[in-house]
């Protein structure tokens, strides 16, 4: 049984459609074509695998962003979040390293960066994954 949904990699859209950087700004940002294939691929070959082999759910604590979101937030790959391809993810009963480790040994992850409090994972359903990993 499916622990994530895709929403939940939007919390930004959960109400009215729109992130709270359009909301603000009067913009209307839609997500742009196969977001949600995207974030589908993650879920599945990342998340779900993960959060299994830790045995706890993993929080999401940002997915897919919009151009006005993406643009206001200081971390260096923002265009796979964009696309949907990328979470920002914390540990709710593990430590940040240890679930990176898990990611890292399951192997299906285009970008891994731990940092003190999440770690950013990315999944590419095209183009190929080049496993690289930043601490």
Same mark, same amino acid.
């Given at each position: ?52 082999? !830790? /045995?706890?759910?993993? %929080?999401? &604590? ?9 643009? *206001?937030? #200081?971390? @260096? =790959? ?27 040994? !399951? /192997?299906?992850?285009? %970008?891994? &960066? ?9 999944? *590419?359903? #095209?183009? @190929? =994954? ?6």
């Amino acid at each position: 049984m499916k622990k994530y949904k895709i929403t939940d990699l939007i919390p930004c859209y959960r109400t009215e459609g729109r992130c709270e950087g359009c909301k603000l700004a009067g913009a209307v940002s839609r997500m742009p074509f196969n977001v949600d294939e995207n974030m589908e691929a993650l879920i599945t070959e990342v998340l779900e695998p993960a959060s299994e082999k !830790l /045995g706890q759910k993993i %929080e999401v &604590i940002s997915g897919f962003r919009c151009p006005l979101e993406n643009a *206001r937030n #200081q971390e @260096g =790959n923002m265009i796979q979040h964009a696309k949907g391809e990328a979470a920002d993810v914390a540990p709710a009963g593990c430590t940040v390293e240890e679930l990176a480790r898990v990611i890292e040994e !399951l /192997g299906k992850f285009d %970008e891994l &960066i731990v940092f003190p409090t999440y770690v950013h994972v990315s999944y *590419r359903r #095209q183009g @190929g =994954n080049k496993k690289e990993v930043k601490r």
